[in-house]
Structures are given as structure tokens and as C-alpha cells.
């Protein structure tokens, strides 16, 4: 029989420790929460800085608002945050934070330092690992360095992944990162050598951040990309996706944005791969940068510790949105398109839109025999595609692999 202890309320630093192990899964789930932090402060340019994989020490510059001094000592305790205030601010979240948990997380399984000069302010303030709160010198914005990750959880340090390994997650979380806020200037090094650098994007999406979009998603989507651009009901959809003709064997380009957010989600993913339909050979996948801008009370973000899952309140009008968008640039038949005139072009793909966001209601007014086409037509529902100027609309026959 197991004797248990007495219940009892645990210490602060063995709560946030506990805490910090749903939080700080690796160095890249690190510096995740402190970009994060860097980019809701409003910067727009941010600098990391990793040595040892991320183990020995990691560094976070930003030239953000900064905080204040007399908010230091706080901005290191627990679900202490300026991001919210109620429970109604939890389903109408605009920020990448929000519990205020990430900071004392990390600082209780490392040795952090945290710098910083509030915008307006004279001088800088600094809180050493010992907790000493002292003068310091820095430009506006927020330094954080976080030095002997894990040293106080050794069990979680003996199970982190070799230090190449977590050079590449952070590489790819930078790239993911830079490529959902083109307007802010990105600075990766590792073990004193510039790994990614890039300047803020002047023009939009589609203009200069070419670079990202190469380096994250490969040069099929940057180059030969098909673009997609769609809205409904508030939520607009904005992509880059390869030809039919242009397929890999796995699906690993493949990256999906939600107000900004590096998601998961296999359900809209699938929404991407029934758009190709049998265009794709068996085992075959596409590559494809997904941006989607969702109301934010539609959207929730507090379902997974470290927020790479989200729960959409209208998550089968979303899958039909992108089902619909993606399947007409393919055909190229919307609004007076390639294939023929307004009347045909327009009819057949708001047919499809119509099925994709309302399939059991077209399914029974199809068996009334009811006119569905035109009431696809009729319903307020708008779609708008473009694509780039060296990309031609594809047929939807399979083609050879592009690899």
C-alpha cells in the first residue's frame, strides 16, 4: 500500500519548476516564449544569440517598450502579466503571451539575468540570477540572457537532444518566426557564427519576403508558388502553394499560420491535400505557407501548454474557406477565369465553395433537386485569387515528382 504525504501547498520554486516542465521543453521552447515576449512588446528587431545548443547560454535582445523598473522584480513571478486582466480577455486574445508564466519558468531551471530600459526612460535596470536589482546600461527595448539551462532539473537535462539537433529546432522556430512577422528584423547566431539574418520586409508577404518563405519552405513554393488570397466572414486567407505537378514525398513543407502563430492542425491540413484531390499521385504531397487571420474571439489559444494548438469556433466553415480557395486557384475557374466566361467560371467554383462550407445542406438540396448552383451563387460569400507573374494555373492531372 502507498503511504502518502499530507496535503500541502508546494513551494513557490518547486510549483514553477513544475510549471516550467509543461513550458520549457527544450532551448527552442525558450527562446519561443522570449521572442514572443520581444514581439509583443512591439520590437522590430530582435537579436538571439545561442551557444552549446542552447544549454550553456542563450541571449534575447530586442528594442521593444521595454519594462519599467519598478516591474522587474513582478515581470519574474508567477501569472504576473500585462496581457490580461479578466476571463473574458482569455477568449479575445491580440498577444502571443498571456499567462504569465514563462519567465519565472525558465528562471527556475536556469540562471537568467534580465535587462532592460523602459521607453522614455533615462537608464536601464538589471535583475541578476541572485535576485540583486542594480543600475545597468542598454539602449531601449529588453536583453535576456539564460545561462546553464536545466542546471537545476538535471533529470530534464539528460534528456535533451544533441546539440546539432536543437541548432536546427531553433533555426526552423527563427524561420517560422520571421516568416509570420516580415515587418520585424531577425538575427540568429549560433556558437558565434550569423546563421539567419533578415531585414524587415518593406513591401508585404508577397514582396520581399521571398528570402523567408525560400528558406523555410524550400524553393517550389517561393519560386514557382501558386498564390491564394480568400475571405469570409472575417477571416481571410492568405497563401503560397506549389503546383500539382510539384510534389514530395513527405509532407514536411508544409506550414500553417493562425494570427501569426506557428500551428498545428491536421484537420485544415487535410482541408490543403482534398483541394489537390486526384491531381497528386498516391503518397504524393504538396508544399504550402498558410497564413490565416481569425477574429480573435473566434479563436481559441489556451488549449495546449505551449500553444501550438488552437480550437477555431467555426472550424468547418475555416476547412471549407481554405478547401474552397485553394481548389479554384488549381481549376483557375473563378469570376470570368481561364476557363471561359463570368457566367461558367463563377457558377462552378461557388458550387464548390458552397458545398465545401455547407456540405450537409448542399447534399440534401441537391437530392430535392434543387437549382444549388445558384444558390452558391446567391450566398455571401467572397473569394479572390491572384497569382504570381511566372505561374501559370495548373490542370489537375498528376505530373511527374518535382523530389
Given amino acids: 500500500m502507498v503511504a502518502f504525504m499530507p496535503i500541502r501547498t508546494l513551494p513557490e520554486n518547486l510549483a514553477n519548476q513544475i510549471a516550467a516542465g509543461e513550458v520549457v521543453e527544450r532551448p527552442a521552447s525558450v527562446i519561443k516564449e522570449l521572442v ?19 544549454s550553456g547560454k542563450i541571449l534575447v535582445q530586442d528594442n521593444g517598450s521595454g519594462i519599467p523598473k519598478e516591474e522587474l522584480v513582478l515581470a519574474l513571478s508567477r501569472h504576473a ?42 537608464e536601464a535596470w538589471q535583475i541578476t540570477p541572485e535576485g540583486e536589482l542594480r543600475p545597468a546600461s542598454l539602449p531601449n527595448g529588453t536583453k535576456i540572457e539564460v545561462e546553464d539551462l536545466f542546471y537545476a532539473t538535471p533529470a530534464r537535462r ?30 540568429l547566431v549560433q556558437e558565434g557564427k550569423q546563421a539567419l539574418s533578415f531585414p524587415p520586409v518593406q513591401t508585404g508577404f508577397w514582396g520581399d519576403a521571398e528570402a523567408r518563405i525560400k528558406y523555410l519552405a524550400g524553393d517550389d513554393v517561393a519560386s514557382h508558388g501558386l498564390r491564394v488570397e480568400a475571405e469570409r466572414e472575417g477571416t481571410k486567407l492568405t497563401a503560397l502553394i506549389t503546383p500539382a505537378q510539384r510534389h514530395i514525398g513527405q509532407p514536411r513543407n508544409q506550414f500553417l499560420f493562425i494570427n501569426g502563430r506557428p500551428i498545428k492542425d491536421r484537420s ?58 485553394i481548389r479554384h486557384t488549381l481549376t483557375g475557374t473563378a469570376y470570368g477565369g481561364r476557363e ?18 455547407n456540405p450537409h445542406t448542399f447534399a440534401l438540396l441537391a437530392l ?9 451563387q446567391d450566398t455571401r460569400y467572397k473569394i479572390q485569387d491572384t497569382h504570381l507573374p511566372s505561374a501559370a494555373y495548373p ?7 518535382a523530389s
Wanted: glycine share 10%.
Fill in 340 to 357: 471561359g466566361g463570368p457566367g461558367e467560371g463563377a457558377h462552378t467554383t461557388a458550387t464548390d465553395t458552397y458545398a465545401a462550407i
Fill in 368 to 376: 430535392q433537386g434543387q437549382n444549388t448552383g445558384q444558390m452558391a
Fill in 81 to 122: 502579466t500585462s496581457k490580461v486582466a479578466s476571463t473574458e480577455d482569455l477568449f479575445n486574445i491580440h498577444t502571443f503571451g498571456f499567462r504569465g508564466e514563462a519567465l519565472p519558468s525558465i528562471a527556475s531551471v536556469s540562471r537568467l539575468t534580465l535587462t532592460s530600459r523602459a521607453a522614455g526612460s533615462d
Fill in 268 to 325: 485544415l491540413a487535410a482541408a490543403v491535400k482534398n483541394a489537390y484531390g486526384d491531381a497528386l499521385p498516391p503518397g504524393r504531397h504538396p508544399s504550402w505557407v498558410m497564413m490565416l487571420e481569425v477574429p480573435s474571439d473566434e479563436v481559441d489559444v489556451n488549449v495546449h501548454p505551449a500553444k501550438s494548438e488552437v480550437r477555431l469556433k467555426n472550424q468547418q466553415g475555416v476547412f471549407g474557406l481554405i478547401y474552397a480557395a
Fill in 36 to 54: 514572443e515576449n520581444s514581439l509583443d512588446a512591439g520590437a522590430t528587431n530582435i537579436r538571439v544569440e545561442v551557444e552549446d545548443g542552447g
Fill in 395 to 401: 490542370p489537375l492531372t498528376p505530373g511527374s515528382p
Fill in 158 to 187: 539528460k534528456f535533451q537532444k544533441s546539440e546539432r539537433s536543437e541548432r536546427m529546432a531553433i533555426e526552423d522556430l527563427i524561420l517560422k518566426l520571421a516568416l509570420s512577422n516580415p515587418h520585424v528584423s531577425f538575427t
